[in-house]
Nanobody, 125 residues
Framework: QVQLVESGGGLVQAGGSLRLSCAAS????????IGWFHQAPGKERQFVAS????????DYTDSVKGRFTISRDNAKNTVYLQMNSLKAEDTAVYYC??????????????????WGKGTLVTVSS
C-alpha cells in the first residue's frame, strides 16, 4: 500500500508562491498517475492538477492554469505542485493522490487509489 505525505503548506500573502511536495513510501510512484485535489472550507474536494506516469501529459483545472505547475521526480518518489500568483480563493487543504489506472479525465472525476492526509494552504488577501 502506498502512503503519501504532503508538505510545504503554510500562510502566504496573495500574489505569493508556495511549493507543495508529496513523498511516497510503500511503493514506487512510477506506475501511477499522480494528482492534487483541494478542499476549501465548507466545500467539496475538487480536482486541481494531475500528471501522467511519464510526465509527458499534465492536466489542470481552469482556475489554476498558468499559475500552478505539477511535476514529478520518479527517482525521488516525489511529486510537486508549484503554486504562483496565489489568490485568497486558493485557500484550502491540498491532497496528493495517485491512481494506477486513471486517465486525465477519470482522475478529474475522482478515480483515485490512495489519498494523502493533506497540507493546509492559507492565502491572506
Amino acid at each position: 500500500q502506498v502512503q503519501l505525505v504532503e508538505s510545504g503548506g503554510g500562510l502566504v500573502q496573495a500574489g505569493g508562491s508556495l511549493r507543495l511536495s508529496c513523498a511516497a513510501s510503500g511503493g514506487s510512484l512510477s506506475g501511477y498517475r499522480i494528482g492534487w485535489f483541494h478542499q476549501a472550507p465548507g466545500k467539496e474536494r475538487q480536482f486541481v492538477a494531475s500528471i501522467s506516469r511519464s510526465a509527458g501529459n499534465t492536466d489542470y483545472t481552469d482556475s489554476v492554469k498558468g499559475r500552478f505547475t505539477i511535476s514529478r521526480d520518479n527517482a525521488k518518489n516525489t511529486v510537486y505542485l508549484q503554486m504562483n500568483s496565489l489568490k485568497a480563493e486558493d485557500t484550502a487543504v491540498y491532497y496528493c493522490v495517485v491512481s494506477r489506472f486513471a486517465t486525465a479525465a477519470t482522475m478529474r472525476g475522482g478515480s483515485v487509489d490512495y489519498w494523502g492526509k493533506g497540507t493546509l494552504v492559507t492565502v491572506s488577501s
